[in-house]
């Protein structure tokens, strides 16, 4: 026997997943073959121990995919860094705008300040300093002294001097506002009265004219009205008379026809009467 | 709880697997109800340690519903599936390299503090003695897995425990059908050497199976 498999085949033969005729090979193979066997038995001996290996439990937890899957380029995390860093400056160099935050470095001093600065004071308490060591104190008191009283003295008359220039600005500005006040009151009266007489003049025309309207409109109206007033009592007058006119005909003719049926009454009655006279006189001739 | 035949149906089912492509997000979640057992207990046995495969199998199913469109064959899903799982499994490794903290679950095992091993499981057995001893072959036998080597265990599990054929494991691993069998062979080898070493054979136990 010629056939003697190799540790793939051997795979293949204990997990079943041989083709028909290599498995009949290798069942010849084992047959004739007791150390292959005993190699066989120890590989399924080990299956059947691996077999104890049980799964074990385990619940699904919930997975769920948003469609939020594409990044947006101010998400990410470079972008977030860089921005926070650039807000965070922003925020400083507004704090140091707002509490006037200055931070100087010249010479040997380094300062920061918080305000507005008041160089000049600094300026002056150093040169002394720098003058000190020619001068003694007293010389120092004595020029500081100096320095003093001038400056009182100036102060002084530049005090005066103000004061005086303020004393006659504000007289000045009092006599040219009470000026103008004046002026302006006066003007202001003037004015008033001028207007008020025009317009009394012009309410007086207006009502003049209004009145005069209102007599006009009212005595055209009266016209009408009494014309009409007239006209109608004229019309009644006529239709009086009218239906006067023909209640006195009608009377009349009823008058007329009265006397005429008592006529041909009469008539008859004559004639009924000239008949009866008549009658009696024929007969008695004839007889 | 063991898979029902509707579930291992449902396992590969083409159509769910469609759904799921499609962005159904019902279908999703039941490929990973699905799967999520098998995938566990692959990355379980990969690192004998449950946060770690917890971590890669969350990370593998997240990476499903959101690689699921780009999968061309859908008959190819479960070796797809796998593959992902041992990239991460391979990936959780590389990170916990040289990181030696222990889970705090095995400092402290509560569960064998509070109660002995059978209790704990769903079936009893009648000879607690059997159940024990089981218990402890099965210890034995996943740390003896753990001796071999990366390569050599993926393919252990993946064949012995999670019943792929070798066309799968070599499609997931990305190698061929004959490396699979021989990376199975030397690990089956190792497997039993370990085992003799500690002189745990069939004369051993071999009885009490």
Same mark, same amino acid.
């Given at each position: 026997? @010629?056939?003697?498999?190799?540790?793939?085949?051997?795979?293949?033969?204990?997990?079943? +997943?041989?083709?028909? %005729?290599?498995?009949? =090979?290798?069942?010849?193979? #084992? #047959?004739?073959?007791?150390?292959?066997?005993?190699?066989?038995?120890?590989?399924?001996?080990?299956?059947?121990?691996?077999?104890?290996?049980?799964? =074990?439990?385990?619940?699904?937890?919930?997975?769920?995919?948003?469609? *939020?899957?594409?990044?947006?380029?101010?998400?990410?995390?470079? #972008?977030?860094?860089?921005? @926070?860093? %650039? %807000?965070?400056?922003?925020?400083?160099?507004?704090?140091?705008?707002?509490?006037?935050?200055?931070?100087?470095?010249?010479?040997?001093?380094?300062?920061? *300040?918080?305000?507005?600065?008041?160089?000049?004071?600094?300026?002056?308490? *150093?040169?002394?300093?720098?003058?000190?060591?020619?001068?003694?104190?007293?010389?120092?008191?004595?020029?500081?002294?100096?320095?003093?009283?001038?400056?009182?003295?100036?102060?002084?008359? @530049?005090?005066?001097?103000?004061?005086?220039?303020?004393?006659?600005?504000?007289?000045?500005? #009092?006599?040219?506002?009470?000026?103008?006040?004046?002026?302006?009151?006066?003007?202001?009266?003037?004015?008033?009265?001028?207007?008020?007489?025009?317009?009394?003049?012009?309410?007086?025309?207006?009502?003049?004219?209004?009145?005069? *309207?209102?007599?006009?409109?009212?005595?055209?109206?009266?016209?009408?009205?009494?014309?009409?007033?007239?006209?109608?009592?004229?019309?009644?007058?006529?239709?009086?008379?009218?239906?006067?006119?023909?209640?006195?005909?009608?009377?009349?003719?009823?008058?007329?026809?009265?006397?005429?049926?008592?006529?041909? +009454?009469?008539?008859?009655?004559?004639?009924?009467?000239?008949?009866?006279?008549?009658?009696?006189?024929?007969?008695?001739?004839?007889? | 709880?063991?898979?029902?035949?509707?579930?291992?149906?449902?396992?590969? !089912?083409?159509?769910?697997?469609? &759904?799921?492509?499609?962005?159904?997000?019902?279908?999703?979640?039941?490929?990973?109800?699905?799967?999520?057992?098998?995938?566990?207990?692959?990355?379980?046995?990969?690192?004998?340690?449950?946060?770690?495969?917890?971590?890669?199998?969350?990370?593998?199913?997240?990476?499903?519903?959101?690689?699921?469109?780009?999968?061309?064959?859908?008959?190819?899903?479960?070796?797809?599936?796998?593959?992902?799982?041992?990239?991460?499994?391979?990936?959780?490794?590389?990170?916990?390299?040289?990181?030696?903290?222990?889970?705090?679950?095995?400092?402290?095992? &509560?569960?064998?503090?509070?109660?002995?091993?059978?209790?704990?499981?769903?079936? &009893?057995?009648?000879?607690?003695?059997?159940?024990?001893?089981?218990?402890?072959? !099965?210890?034995?036998?996943?740390?003896?897995?753990?001796?071999?080597?990366?390569?050599?265990?993926?393919?252990?599990?993946?064949?012995?425990?999670?019943?792929?054929?070798?066309?799968?494991?070599?499609?997931?691993?990305?190698?061929?059908?004959?490396?699979?069998?021989?990376?199975?062979?030397?690990?089956?080898?190792?497997?039993?050497?370990?085992?003799?070493?500690?002189?745990?054979?069939?004369? !051993?136990?071999?009885?009490?199976?």
């Amino acid at each position: 026997m @010629s056939y003697k498999p190799d540790q793939n085949d051997w795979m293949a033969y204990l997990y079943d +997943e041989m083709e028909a %005729a290599e498995k009949e =090979k290798m069942e010849h193979y #084992l #047959l004739s073959n007791p150390e292959a066997r005993k190699e066989l038995e120890q590989y399924q001996q080990l299956r059947s121990m691996m077999g104890t290996v049980k799964d =074990k439990e385990v619940i699904a937890p919930p997975i769920v995919v948003g469609e *939020s899957r594409q990044r947006f380029i101010w998400n990410s995390p470079y #972008l977030k860094t860089v921005a @926070s860093i %650039a %807000a965070s400056l922003l925020i400083i160099m507004l704090v140091g705008k707002v509490t006037g935050t200055q931070v100087s470095l010249s010479g040997n001093e380094f300062r920061i *300040s918080f305000g507005t600065s008041e160089v000049p004071e600094v300026k002056e308490t *150093s040169r002394p300093a720098e003058v000190t060591p020619v001068l003694t104190s007293q010389q120092v008191q004595e020029m500081i002294n100096q320095s003093l009283n001038e400056n009182n003295v100036a102060m002084q008359a @530049s005090w005066k001097e103000t004061q005086q220039h303020l004393d006659a600005s504000i007289r000045s500005n #009092l006599a040219s506002n009470s000026g103008k006040i004046d002026k302006l009151v006066r003007e202001a009266s003037t004015a008033s009265q001028d207007q008020i007489r025009q317009f009394v003049s012009s309410m007086q025309a207006e009502n003049t004219q209004m009145v005069k *309207s209102y007599f006009k409109l009212s005595a055209t109206e009266q016209k009408e009205y009494i014309e009409d007033l007239l006209v109608d009592f004229a019309k009644y007058l006529q239709q009086q008379r009218q239906d006067d006119l023909q209640i006195v005909q009608t009377r009349l003719s009823a008058i007329e026809e009265n006397t005429d049926v008592f006529k041909q +009454e009469t008539e008859q009655i004559l004639s009924s009467i000239i008949n009866t006279v008549g009658a009696p006189a024929a007969t008695e001739t004839k007889y | 709880m063991a898979e029902t035949l509707v579930d291992i149906a449902m396992m590969h !089912s083409d159509t769910l697997v469609t &759904r799921a492509k499609q962005g159904d997000q019902n279908a999703q979640g039941k490929l990973v109800q699905l799967w999520y057992k098998r995938i566990y207990n692959f990355s379980y046995k990969f690192f004998q340690d449950h946060d770690l495969a917890m971590e890669a199998s969350q990370k593998t199913f997240i990476s499903m519903c959101r690689s699921l469109p780009g999968l061309q064959d859908n008959g190819r899903f479960k070796s797809w599936l796998y593959k992902i799982a041992v990239n991460y499994c391979r990936e959780e490794i590389r990170k916990n390299k040289g990181n030696r903290s222990l889970s705090f679950d095995v400092v402290w095992n &509560r569960e064998a503090e509070d109660s002995p091993g059978w209790e704990s499981t769903g079936q &009893r057995y009648a000879n607690p003695e059997k159940q024990y001893q089981q218990q402890e072959l !099965s210890d034995i036998l996943q740390r003896a897995l753990m001796e071999l080597s990366d390569e050599q265990r993926e393919v252990v599990i993946m064949k012995e425990y999670e019943g792929l054929k070798f066309r799968e494991i070599a499609e997931v691993l990305n190698i061929s059908e004959n490396t699979v069998k021989s990376r199975l062979y030397y690990g089956l080898d190792g497997l039993k050497k370990i085992l003799e070493k500690r002189n745990i054979t069939k004369d !051993s136990i071999g009885y009490e199976l």
